[in-house]
C-alpha cells in the first residue's frame, strides 16, 4: 500500500482545512484508515479512523466536534476536514492504512504510513 498526503499549509485560527490521502497498491475499500499527527518534541498522536466501509468514525478528544473523517472509496481517497482550527493542532499529519484490522487509535496497528503533511496553525 502506498498513501500520499497533501493539503496542508498554513490557516488562521478558527480557520479550515481539509487534508486527502491518496492510496493506492490494495482494494482501498478493504482496510482502515486512520489520522496521526506529531508536533516537534512530542510523540505521535491519534487524530481519528473509519472503517473500511466509512460507517464508523472514531476521533480523539481534542478533535470531536471539529474534524471529520470521510472516504470515498471509488477515488481511494480519505480526507480530513479540520474546521475551527486552533494553534495547538500544528503538527505534522501522517495518514495510514491498517489491511487486517479495525479502525483503532495506537499507531502500532496500522502498518502502512504516508510521507505526512505539515499543518500550521498561526496568525
Known amino acids: 500500500v502506498q498513501l500520499q498526503a497533501f493539503g496542508g499549509g498554513l490557516a488562521q485560527p478558527g480557520g479550515s482545512l481539509r487534508l486527502s490521502c491518496a492510496a493506492s497498491g490494495r482494494p482501498f475499500s478493504r482496510y482502515a484508515m486512520g489520522w496521526f499527527r506529531q508536533a516537534p518534541g512530542k510523540e505521535r498522536e491519534f487524530v481519528g479512523a473509519?472503517?473500511?466501509?466509512?460507517?464508523?468514525?472514531y476521533y480523539a478528544d481534542s478533535v470531536k466536534g471539529r474534524f471529520t473523517i470521510s472516504r470515498d472509496n471509488t477515488k481511494n481517497t480519505v480526507y480530513l476536514q479540520m474546521n475551527s482550527l486552533k494553534p495547538e493542532d500544528t503538527a505534522v499529519y501522517y495518514c495510514?492504512?491498517?489491511?487486517?484490522?479495525?479502525?483503532?487509535?495506537?499507531?502500532?496497528?496500522?502498518?502502512?504510513w504516508g510521507q505526512g503533511t505539515q499543518v500550521t496553525v498561526s496568525s
Open positions: 495510514a492504512a491498517n489491511i487486517v484490522g479495525r479502525a483503532g487509535s495506537s499507531p502500532t496497528e496500522y502498518g502502512y
Open positions: 473509519i472503517s473500511w466501509s466509512g460507517g464508523s468514525t
